[in-house]
């Protein structure tokens, strides 16, 4: 390398110095600047050869970024000598219960008064929440509604990111009360980031991706609570949830692994997107991690997204994503928990703190509830419907003969209410192949209407085809027996009070078959046209069936051929929602009632 830069310089000069002795003076003028040229090309090598040698500058802190990836940056190195713990950064004894949750209860206190009385000041203030130890030996704080209003996280496996979760949430936990925060935790990990969290009187939804089906509920509960605060914001003419007299508590949602919720839920990111362009406003954060921010996040919620945190990656340039600098990727396996903050500002190295007791802050958090009275965080939606619901087995005895009786569970997308069937609105079908639940919930109605007084069942049952077996049973049965309770002045009993009279129909297909030649055929169809006799009956094709002639309420059991199953009546978006089990589980139908279709799952009534 030297001989190249210098021997050019030297033919020069010997040329220079042969022009000077022979007075060669228009040579010479020739030769002094090839000479001049060869001096500059040699003395521009060396520098660059120079700089090359040398290790580059990192921006940010005037310091070299080490050449060895088992070698951390001085920053970090500092904060690899630390070992901070959770609890003495909030100013909480952890050996003491009883100082705990005071201090807990103390902090809930001082924020609910600071919302009560309007200081803005102060409880933006009390956000500012202790997460770590920076290498400094300061407190790192976390302010995520003043720096985000979103944070991203970012690490690779082992690197420390389920602690800093867990450092955050219980911090927040630890000054806010569950009427002021509220948590949603999505797990795809399989639960094990959050194992101790989602016990948190805060928390309002957990789930893992153990149960896609709950998580897409979690998703869609998430986009109906934020088109709630938006109506709630526009009814009081109000710029954001802080402008309100009685604001709705601040929702976290968590997301850990968020690539996998972005691979097997691709079609249900719109709900995180509004959530990350409209939260600041409504009271809604997301904490989004994953191990590779590379392409996980769209540019619609990047621009939104404030708060960056980046533990040990693999790649300088996932480093340099979130950071700006590669620093992140030079963090040594052997320290787990040390990260970069940048909050568009500056860059701060830092110790993630470790609880020295979870359970004992969530412990305290939940006596301290108790101490102040605070209510039960009430949940943002319910797991999925089950695939077996017992008969929880005999209510409160009815006023009326014809009162609503209970069916099973209801699902409203969201939510899981009682299904209760409404007995005086109109005559029921219940359609579905064989093996699904259709003579069961017969038995089901039969069950729960044999105890009620004044009311006489028809019972008809198939005895083989196109033959029916009529039961009827009705008060004067259940009065057998009874001694009169009252005579009459002339000293006669009192006459029997009128009954109300309901059919309940098995295998009801041939009766409903126009070419149908039985005799009760005739008395069927005219009970069907009757709207003061209500009917329930069970047909395995609704071939004959026509609504809404002969009833008013469907139930109806998918078969899994969607062609089938939208000529029986049900909607093709309720058909996207279900899924295979749905096809399957015995008791799980369709509610078609008021133009709307509703998953419903019946009872199973207990062998007796």
């Known amino acids: 390398m030297a001989i190249s830069m210098v021997a050019p310089v030297l033919g020069q000069s010997a040329l220079l110095v042969v022009m000077i002795a022979e007075r060669r003076w228009m040579f010479l003028c020739l030769v002094i600047p090839g000479l001049i040229g060869c001096l500059a090309s040699a003395i521009a090598a060396m520098a660059a050869h ?14 070299p970024p080490p050449d060895d990836r088992n070698t951390m940056r ?28 005071r201090r807990i209860a103390r902090n809930w206190h001082e924020a609910s008064e600071a919302q009560r009385t309007c200081k803005k000041d102060v409880l933006d203030g009390m956000h500012d929440v202790a997460v770590g130890e920076s290498d400094k030996g300061r407190t790192t704080t976390l302010n995520l509604p003043k720096a985000g209003p979103h944070a991203l996280v970012a690490g690779t496996t082992g690197s420390g990111k389920s602690v800093l979760l867990e450092s955050w949430c219980l911090s927040l936990a630890c000054r806010f009360p569950p009427s002021m925060l509220n948590f949603v935790f999505l797990d795809f990990k399989g639960g094990a980031a959050f194992r101790m969290l989602h016990r ?47 604001p709705p508590p601040r929702l976290m949602v968590v997301i850990d692994e968020f690539h996998a919720l972005r691979q097997q839920l691709p079609d249900y990111m719109t709900q995180l997107v509004a959530l990350a362009s409209l939260g600041r406003s409504l009271g809604m954060h997301l904490i989004a991690c994953t191990q590779n921010p590379m392409g996980q996040i769209g540019g619609d919620m990047k621009a939104n997204i404030g708060l960056n945190i980046c533990l040990r990656v693999r790649d300088p340039l996932q480093s340099t994503e979130l950071l700006g600098i590669r620093d992140a990727a030079f963090i040594s396996p052997q320290h787990p928990g040390i990260a970069y903050l940048f909050d568009g500002e500056r860059r701060t190295a830092f110790r993630c703190a470790m609880p020295g007791s979870a359970a004992a802050l969530i412990h305290g ?36 003969p014809l009162d609503p009786v209970p069916l099973g569970l209801l699902d409203l997308g969201v939510r899981l209410e009682a299904l209760e069937l409404p007995l005086d609105s109109g005559n029921i079908a219940i359609v579905g192949p064989e093996r699904r639940g259709k003579t069961s919930i017969l038995g089901l109605i039969r069950r729960q209407l044999s105890d009620r007084s004044d009311l006489k069942i028809i019972d008809i049952t198939a005895n083989g085809p196109g033959q029916y077996v009529r039961t009827v049973t009705g008060p004067s049965s259940r009065r057998a027996g009874r001694r009169p309770s009252a005579i009459h002045a002339e000293g006669t009993p009192p006459p029997p009070p009128q009954s109300t009279a309901i059919w309940l129909v098995d295998d009801a297909d041939a ?75 015995p008791g799980r139908g369709m509610l078609l009632v008021h133009g709307q279709a509703h998953l419903i799952q019946c009872f199973r009534l207990a062998a007796e």
Request: glycine share 4%; proline share 10%.
């Open 50 to 63: 120079r700089r090359r040698a040398m290790p580059k500058t990192s921006p940010d802190a005037g310091q």
């Open 74 to 101: 001085p920053d970090a190195a500092r904060c690899a000598m630390l070992h901070p713990q959770l609890e003495p950064l909030l100013g909480l004894e952890a050996s003491r219960p009883d100082h705990l949750w």
């Open 200 to 246: 948190l009187p805060h928390t309002v939804g957990f789930v893992s991706d153990l149960n896609l089906d709950h998580a897409v509920r979690a998703l869609r509960a998430i986009e109906a609570e934020l088109r709630r605060r938006e109506r709630l914001v526009a009814e009081h003419h109000a710029a954001g949830t802080d402008e309100l007299d009685d």
């Open 365 to 400: 958090c939940d006596h301290a509830r108790r101490f102040l009275n605070e209510t039960d965080a009430s949940p943002l939606f319910s797991p999925p419907l089950p695939n077996v619901a017992d008969w929880p087995g005999p209510v409160a005895a009815p006023k009326r």
């Open 511 to 585: 009766l409903l078959d126009p070419l149908c030649m039985d005799a009760l055929h005739d008395e069927f169809m005219r009970v069907l046209a009757d709207p003061r006799t209500p009917v329930v009956f069970a047909l395995s094709s609704p071939r004959h069936l026509r609504f809404p002639d002969h009833c008013t309420m469907r139930i109806l059991f998918p078969t899994g051929d969607r062609t089938s199953d939208m000529m029986a009546g049900i909607p093709s978006q309720a058909l996207s929602s279900c899924n295979d089990d749905d096809w399957r589980t």
